[in-house]
């Protein structure tokens, strides 16, 4: 066939953007089609790496996955990742471009849709069909001068939309049809059709509904789709994900606290945890104490390190470590957790803030220099209980110190890689994706006698992201959206 491309785009964020064309890339892949995720500007702080050495996010991972391709930088060109103070790291095709504050950034959009028109027609050149994902709100129309993610770029490269409302929030005839009424008459235009997500229920009982949209809109109706509850076993792309309710665990053997920081990141690297029935992972915000029966804590990646720090402290989130430490539990850093574990940061260059030091939390006996080099690189290993596994290192710093001469794993090449104080209870290591690999995340419930791991997780993910094909082609016609595709 002929390479076409299909937007989907929604009426705001959250509206399960990301889910659909994950589901939507392992359908037409089911049907060999060769699929190729694609968006043009994402704003988030989960990230993954590329086979191609670079970055992007983590949805659009998941999409590359569900469409049984390699991740590439090309297929989220544009990456902003929020900082503290200096705004946000932009990202441009896998590599750091530079750092902006929101105002700053919309002058310079104009100047990376070359890059996002490059990055999409490398895609199309090897795709069947190429689908694109917008980002946030398609009537944000005070932004729409420079856009590149959503009808910015629908126009300029002619691809036809497909606009997602949300029932599970409510309103959505009315920000389905005051999409159509505020945006410009020309961007109404390429939106062919509409789809109304998340609905529970009778579908019967909103046929009205879709019929009144589809006449104030003149759009089409292209499916109701019911709530996918096993939405919550797939990576998240929004931090938003972290507030969401969880099954209880009657059967639960180890509880593991998570203090939620405001820059956190990567923080997929706890699904795994939370897939097994035998973890109870609770998730603790400001304004909460970390549980005193917790077995061990962990300290999440973070894109604001220094920032991130004080706002444990601000929460008192070190008092509560401090005193997990005194009843003999076991404290895990990854990556910008690992940083803050140590004596001191150092930040001479300011990649954060203002240069200078600032005090770590002295429970590891190292210190971070942060650094404007970036490494990004997949890695496999095993760790010092002889567990093996296989991740990712994405960080701007070195962390030196005495106990870095205990390693908490050895790298495939040979190298040591993380640290572990004298008495083995305070641990740091750089790498995501930890928890993934079944073999390690059984080891860690050995240790705290917890039984094995009983989730196959990468096998759940692919299962899941099979179910999810399913069940939107059971309430969208993916034979029409093929034709309305070009």
Not at 247 to 265: E, S, Y
Not at 301 to 314: E, N
């Amino acid at each position: 066939m002929t390479s076409r491309a299909l937007m989907f785009q929604g009426t705001g964020s959250d509206v399960g953007k990301s889910l659909i064309v994950a589901g939507l890339a392992r359908a037409f892949a089911n049907r060999g089609f060769a699929v190729r995720p694609f968006k043009p500007q994402n704003m988030s702080n989960n990230a993954a790496v590329t086979g191609d050495g670079g970055e992007i996010g983590r949805a659009q991972a998941l999409q590359a996955r569900a469409a049984r391709t390699a991740a590439s930088v090309h297929m989220n060109p544009v990456l902003l990742k929020p900082q503290s103070e200096v705004g946000a790291q932009i990202v441009v095709q896998g590599r750091v471009y530079g750092a902006a504050k929101a105002a700053e950034y919309q002058t310079i959009k104009p100047k990376l849709m070359p890059a996002v028109l490059d990055s999409f027609a490398r895609l199309k050149a090897e795709a069947d069909i190429v689908l694109i994902e917008g980002a946030g709100s398609a009537s944000e129309i005070n932004l729409r001068a420079n856009d590149i993610a959503n009808m910015g770029f629908a126009r300029a490269a002619d691809a036809p939309v497909v606009l997602i409302g949300d029932i599970d929030r409510g309103g959505v005839i009315a920000s389905l049809v005051g999409t159509k009424a505020v945006i410009d008459p020309a961007d109404a235009a390429l939106i062919r059709g509409f789809v109304v997500n998340k609905f529970r229920g009778d579908p019967a009982l909103f046929a009205d509904g879709m019929a009144a949209i589809a006449r104030h809109t003149g759009w089409e109706a292209l499916g109701l789709i019911p709530f996918f509850p096993d939405a919550r076993l797939l990576p998240a792309e929004d931090a938003l994900a972290l507030d969401g309710a969880r099954p209880a665990k009657p059967q639960a053997r180890l509880r593991v606290a998570v203090p939620i920081l405001p820059h956190i990141a990567n923080f997929d690297d706890l699904d795994p945890l939370d897939a097994e029935p035998a973890i109870d992972l609770v998730r603790v915000r400001k304004g909460a104490a970390l549980p005193g029966d917790a077995g061990f804590v962990i300290l999440p990646g973070s894109k604001a390190t220094i920032a991130d720090l004080a706002a444990l402290r601000d929460a008192g989130f070190h008092i509560d470590i401090a005193a997990h430490l005194r009843r003999g539990g076991v404290v895990l850093g990854l990556c910008g957790g690992y940083q803050m574990l140590g004596r001191v940061i150092r930040d001479p260059a300011g990649i954060e803030g203002p240069p200078g030091d600032c005090d770590g939390l002295g429970l590891l006996d190292v210190e971070t220099t942060l650094s404007d080099e970036k490494r990004l690189e997949p890695v496999q290993g095993t760790s010092a209980d002889g567990a093996p596994f296989s991740g990712y290192e994405m960080h701007m710093g070195v962390t030196e110190g005495p106990d870095r001469a205990r390693s908490f794993a050895r790298l495939a090449d040979g190298s040591p890689e993380g640290a572990v104080s004298a008495d083995g209870r305070v641990i740091g290591t750089y790498v995501h994706g930890l928890f993934a690999d079944d073999r390690q995340r059984a080891a860690w419930l050995a240790r705290f006698a917890a039984g094995g791991a009983s989730v196959a997780y990468e096998t759940q993910v692919e299962d899941t992201l099979d179910r999810l094909a399913e069940h939107l082609a059971r309430h969208v016609d993916l034979d029409r959206l093929l034709t309305l595709a070009r």
